[in-house]
């Protein structure tokens, strides 16, 4: 039987929320997303949907759902960066070639229809949220906030006629006991070059804190590839998302007479403890099952890290992964994850394996033209 897509409006959202649980059936390193953390791109709260559109398409084949995909318009993306880029994500799919390439095919046309000109994905919504494509680095669950997929799944993007767009890789430093002796002295001379005060974020002051993250997060990432600045409602958003697993300690600000300079933002692994809720909710019962292993955290993600073009100073960002990772010590935390990281910021890569980290996963974005 040929398949058939259809847009998931209705009862059939449902069934595209609940997809994931079928396809991931009895793999034990998928970490099951937190219904409330993803039905707001659906439901019109995400502060995303005000600069963008997502319709989620559902494929059946004899009557049966076997994957999904979301066609994705982000406004802001294509007014900073001048192009016609539209975008894919929320991708699953049972391994079939041809199921893959209808749900594809779905999203190029109405990608097409809103003008668009290229299609990139998986981003799930952007940049700023869960993104790329898992190809290499199948063997352990990912960490909080990055992808995980099926082996198959970059086989059926090629079959489709989708090439890779960019690679981004992520490291790992599975005892952050064992830092070289260098990072020390490297982190010690930028300190007196820089003349930077490195503290924790004030809770108590969360508000001002924002503006000043928000000031260093839109100007130090700017020239990335496929940065979107965020706007207010949205670090307000993902700032309440975080704000009940974030370790004020790992919060990093880095100032210069007052002024802000640099931001690193490091949180515990909370998939290592959310890898028991199944169910997709946290209440009531997931919540028990999340406090019962939340003493299985032992690793923190390095999920942003940045310095303001004026404060650069070489050594800077060894400052953060130092206070880091002696800080996540003292918590109790032995294992830090840094990433994503793009495959050709050499400097960004050649920093980590200086501190000690190794690439063990590989992320992939995938394009084509429409």
């Not at 793999?27 to 949907?49: C, E, H, Q, T």
């Not at 005000?50 to 993306?77: C, M, Q, W, Y």
């Not at 690679?167 to 001379?189: C, G, H, N, W």
């Not at 515990?268 to 209440?283: E, M, N, T």
Request: overall charge positive.
């Amino acid at each position: 039987m040929p398949v058939r897509t259809i847009e998931a409006k209705g009862k059939h959202l449902k069934t595209f929320l609940r997809l994931p649980w079928r396809i991931y059936d009895g793999d034990g390193n998928w970490v099951p997303p937190l219904l409330a953390m993803v039905r707001p791109f659906f439901d019109g709260r995400s502060p995303f949907l005000r600069h963008g559109r997502i319709t989620p398409l559902l494929a059946f084949r004899d009557g049966r759902p076997v994957g999904r995909i979301a066609a994705i318009v982000n406004r802001r993306h294509n007014e900073v960066h001048d192009d016609r880029t539209g975008f894919f994500g929320f991708f699953e799919c049972e391994d079939d070639d041809d199921a893959a390439k209808a749900l594809l095919e779905a999203a190029a046309g109405h990608l097409k229809a809103a003008g668009c000109d290229t299609m990139l994905g998986p981003v799930s919504p952007s940049t700023n949220d869960e993104c790329a494509m898992l190809v290499d680095g199948f063997d352990s669950p990912p960490t909080f906030m990055m992808p995980y997929n099926p082996r198959y799944y970059p086989r059926l993007m090629e079959a489709a006629g989708l090439e890779k767009a960019k690679d981004v890789l992520s490291f790992i430093m599975y005892d952050t006991a064992q830092l070289p002796p260098k990072l020390f002295r490297v982190a010690e001379m930028a300190r007196k070059r820089s003349d930077l005060e490195i503290r924790g974020v004030r809770m108590n002051r969360l508000r001002e804190e924002l503006v000043r993250i928000k000031t260093v997060y839109n100007e130090a990432w700017e020239k990335n590839w496929g940065f979107v600045p965020m706007t207010d409602e949205e670090i307000d958003h993902m700032a309440k998302d975080l704000k009940a697993i974030l370790e004020p300690e790992l919060v990093l600000m880095a100032e210069h007479e007052g002024e802000p300079a640099g931001f690193s933002l490091a949180v515990p692994d909370v998939y290592q403890a959310l890898i028991h809720v199944r169910g997709g909710r946290l209440f009531p019962f997931g919540f028990v099952r999340f406090l019962l292993h939340k003493k299985d955290i032992k690793r923190v993600r390095v999920m942003a890290m940045g310095v303001r073009e004026k404060f650069r100073v070489r050594g800077v960002d060894a400052v953060f992964y130092l206070e880091t990772f002696e800080r996540g010590r003292r918590l109790g935390y032995t294992e830090g994850e840094m990433g994503w990281v793009l495959e050709d910021n050499r400097v960004m890569c050649q920093t980590i394996e200086a501190v000690g980290g190794t690439v063990y996963k590989r992320y992939r974005f995938y394009a084509r033209a429409l």
